[in-house]
């Protein structure tokens, strides 16, 4: 079992959809969560950052992560096609340490 | 730009031949890490500096692979005898500790080196 599971899609929603892509963990002493969007042929690129359990809020963006589940999830409101990318979650258990990714989720915004 | 750069952007290679790649972190970030990412994957760590010293390597850095970061500003990644399993996209990440307020650590990437081994 890999250390984080995340469903590699590809996920295709209309435009204006709420989407959720979600990531599993096996290590409970992550304590800190990431979002990336990774377009393609590019670097990955910071969406959301949170720390331990709960909800953090960002434009159309939401991140929730429960760390009694080792459960974490991105919603996209009113998504546009321009959202169409992969979403890598990421997590580490220190601050400073290196980050452990899940494989990403490609997702597709059809306008 | 102020963001990480990476040199080249691409990289074709024969195999057996050796490559180096630099990185350019954010000016003021004293970590840098370097992770490899293979079609349909997840970026896998292989090493991280904080200043000059290299602070951890992974498994998958093999004797091959060689990192320095001599002055704590740039880095360089060699791999030595290249093989074809090593085509892939290279990035670079830096972080900092915040002074004083909230220490996040966030890690920006650059936009990678995608290297092609024939």
């Not at chain 2, 399993?85 to 915040?98: K, Q």
Request: hydrophobic residues 30%.
């Amino acid at each position: 079992q890999k250390e984080v599971e995340q469903d590699p899609g590809p996920l295709s929603v209309p435009e204006g959809a709420i989407v959720s892509l979600n990531c599993t963990y096996s290590n409970s002493a992550f304590q800190y969560f990431m979002w990336y969007r990774q377009y393609s042929r590019k670097g990955p690129e910071l969406l959301m950052y949170t720390y331990s359990s709960g909800n953090k809020e960002d434009g159309r963006f939401t991140a929730q992560v429960d760390k009694s589940s080792k459960y974490i999830s991105l919603f996209i409101r009113d998504s546009q096609p321009s959202d169409s990318a992969t979403y890598l979650c990421a997590m580490s258990a220190r601050l400073g340490q290196n980050f452990v990714f899940g494989p990403g989720t490609r997702l597709s915004v059809l306008p | 730009d102020t963001g990480v750069s990476q040199d080249p952007r691409h990289k074709i290679t024969k195999r057996g031949q050796n490559v180096t790649f630099r990185c350019d972190p954010i000016s003021e970030h004293n970590r840098l890490y370097w992770y490899r990412q293979t079609l349909g994957q997840g970026p896998e760590f292989l090493t991280y500096f904080q200043n000059e010293a290299q602070l951890e390597k992974s498994r998958l850095l093999s004797d091959r692979f060689s990192a320095e970061r001599p002055k704590g500003s740039f880095s360089t990644l060699e791999i030595q005898r290249t093989e074809q399993g090593d085509s892939a996209m290279y990035l670079c990440a830096s972080s900092s500790r915040l002074a004083g307020g909230l220490r996040t650590d966030t890690q920006y990437f650059g936009p990678g080196t995608r290297l092609t081994v024939l």
